[in-house]
Each structure stands twice: as structure tokens, then as C-alpha cells.
């Protein structure tokens, strides 16, 4: 009957160990899972701002590609009706003095 009293209290201090290390090995792994999730969630943060930093680089070079196009239509523009203004000068001018004399 001892020995069985024995054999029952070893085999609790065994089951209790067991649950013990069980434990353990959860909260590792518990543990090891947050790092590992931190890990992801920084390498997800580095890629999304890796992939902004792009978008945000390709927007301002088009802003800057489309503000150069414009300059130059403008300048176009420009040029054209200085060109308009200097070949017709002389006639505008003196149709407006010839109508400042009439009136």
C-alpha cells in the first residue's frame, strides 16, 4: 500500500512537472509569436514607407514634368504673340494715331 501511495505521489510530482514545463513552453511560444509579429508588423511598416516614399518621388517628378510643359506652352504662347505684336506694331500704331487725330 506504501509503495502505491508512493508511486501515486510520483506520478502527481511527474503530472505537476509535465503541466509546469507546458506552461513554460506556451508562454515561449506566446513570447516567441509577439516577436515574431513585431518583426512582420516593422517589416510591413519599412515596406509601405518604402512604397510611399516611391509614389510620393513618381508624383513629384510628373508635377514637375507637367509644371515644365506648361512653362513651355506658355513661353510658346508668349513668343507667338510677341512675334504677333512686333510684326503688326507699326500698322496698330498708326491706326490709333491716325484715329486719335480723326476724333
Known amino acids: 500500500m506504501e509503495q502505491f501511495v508512493e508511486l501515486m505521489l510520483a506520478t502527481d510530482r511527474k503530472a505537476r512537472d509535465m503541466i509546469e514545463k507546458a506552461r513554460g513552453q ?3 511560444a506566446i513570447s516567441d509569436a509577439h516577436a515574431q509579429a513585431e518583426v512582420i508588423r516593422q517589416a510591413d511598416e519599412k515596406r509601405l514607407a518604402d512604397g510611399k516614399a516611391q509614389v510620393d518621388a513618381a508624383l513629384t517628378q510628373e508635377k ?6 506648361l512653362e513651355q506652352e506658355f513661353l510658346a504662347a508668349k513668343h507667338t504673340l510677341d512675334e504677333r505684336f512686333n510684326t503688326n ?7 490709333v494715331c491716325s484715329e486719335m487725330l480723326q476724333a
Open 26 to 28: 506556451k508562454a515561449q
Open 89 to 95: 506694331r507699326d500698322a496698330w500704331l498708326k491706326q
Open 64 to 69: 514637375q514634368a507637367q509644371a515644365k510643359a
